[in-house]
């Protein structure tokens, strides 16, 4: 149940080269116009991934593709790629049998990223689910004992998403991430992160991510994960 935020990506995104901007053209006597602004780089409201859920028969017809996103995303070379690979395939299928289970992904021509969680059951959100029962600080459990609470175990990305314009609305992983807690009209997401793991807390954390309690993760419960939150 960590978010996959890779740091050295196999590629920059579906062709185009990074940090390339156009070049101005020569007016040659004639005076120029007003210069028009640049257009940003990566996505943008106009230009940007289409975003759809798959269903469950859907996901197994392209897990072999998911797969590969999530290897060419993860950096390394190809024996890693295949360790990366088969890791997230397992954790993946056993996430598809959870009730509620969501997978979005993003695609223009090429699949260019997924995000994937499920809600925590209401009623007794401790022993909800398996294994995160330890995690769930009490700040949470009325939002959970509620039904409102959804786990976002999966963002896969390629690496400018992290580096650039992380703040903006259109940012890919901000609105993979907002529009899974939309699908399930869920109040607060949730999702653990390994406390040694610096670059995917920091990738959360631009992107709107928060501490559960307090200001840091050591004061969250004690153990190897932390919690980070995201509210709507």
């Known amino acids: 149940m960590t978010v996959h935020v890779p740091v ?8 185009r080269p990074a940090n ?4 101005e053209r020569s007016a040659g006597n004639h005076r120029p116009g007003p210069r028009r602004p640049r257009p940003e780089r990566g996505s943008s409201p106009r230009a940007g991934e289409r975003l759809r859920p798959l269903t469950r028969r ?15 995303t993860s950096g390394g070379g190809p024996r890693a790629w295949n360790a990366a690979r088969g890791s997230f395939l397992r954790h993946l299928g056993a996430d598809i049998r959870r009730p509620g289970f969501c997978l979005l992904i993003a695609e223009t021509t090429v699949l260019t990223g997924c995000a994937y969680g499920y809600p925590v059951p209401g009623g007794d959100p401790r022993g909800g689910v ?11 459990l009325p939002v959970a004992a509620a ?3 959804f786990l976002v175990s999966g963002i896969v990305v390629p690496a400018r998403v992290r580096r650039q314009h992380q703040d903006r609305a259109w940012n890919l992983a901000r609105r993979l991430q907002n529009r899974l807690l939309a699908e399930h009209d869920a109040a607060l997401g949730i999702t653990l992160v390994d406390r040694a793991d610096g670059a995917t807390v920091q990738a959360l954390r631009s992107w709107g991510w ?10 969250s419960v004690l153990g190897r994960y932390g919690v980070l939150v995201l509210r709507r």
């Open 20 to 23: 390339t901007e156009p070049h």
């Open 147 to 149: 039904g409102g609470l």
């Open 8 to 15: 050295r990506p196999a590629t920059t995104g579906p062709g």
């Open 58 to 72: 859907q996901i197994e017809d392209r897990f072999a593709e998911l797969g590969d996103l999530y290897a060419q």
């Open 130 to 140: 398996r294994g995160l029962e330890p995690y769930l600080p009490r700040t949470v």
């Open 210 to 219: 928060g501490y559960a309690e307090g200001d840091t993760l050591q004061s």
